[in-house]
């Protein structure tokens, strides 16, 4: 499972130019799903990005969670996190988990997610999404549950 993870101030998903999810501050998360993905990789991902110390503590250090800001989550399902260009310049997507893998851990995913983290918005899964977001530091953090970057 890979995932980018944004800190935010605002952030929201249009499909067809209606708001399918939207947040205030907090974290948008990318979330890739590979092929051969299990329940461990979930959790992991799921309990690695609500506790992520990067929100300013009363001294100005990113020393708090999301979690403990009361901030919230949008989660957006993004395959191309997957995108190999080792070879060539057009992506191969064989790492990326088919539709039918990926959307029920992506829900898994979201479902956790809610436990840990008061909010949780989502965008549409399959869909053509237009992400804003207005990302604070700017942070941005990469996440693969099989390998450190």
């Known amino acids: ?11 929201r998903v249009r499909v067809q130019g209606q708001t399918v999810g939207e947040i205030g501050e907090g974290l ?3 979330l890739a799903i590979a092929r051969d993905d299990t329940e461990a990789d979930l959790h992991y991902m799921v309990e690695k ?3 992520l110390r990067i929100f300013d503590d009363a001294e100005g250090r990113m020393n708090l969670s999301v979690k403990e800001t ?7 399902s993004q395959f191309t996190l997957y995108g190999d260009v080792r070879r060539g310049k057009r992506p191969s997507w ?3 988990a088919p539709p039918e893998v990926a959307e029920p851990l992506y829900e898994r995913f979201v479902g956790e997610a809610r436990k840990l983290v ?4 989502t965008g549409s899964f399959r869909q053509m999404m237009e992400v804003e977001l207005v990302n604070v ?4 953090i990469l996440l693969d549950s099989r390998r450190l970057f």
């Open 1 to 11: 499972m890979r995932a980018v993870v944004q800190r935010v101030a605002r952030a």
């Open 49 to 51: 990005i609500a506790g």
């Open 137 to 140: 530091g700017p942070v941005t």
């Open 70 to 76: 009361g901030g919230a989550l949008l989660v957006v």
């Open 118 to 121: 008061g909010r949780v918005e």
């Open 94 to 96: 064989s790492e990326a």
């Open 28 to 30: 948008l998360v990318l």
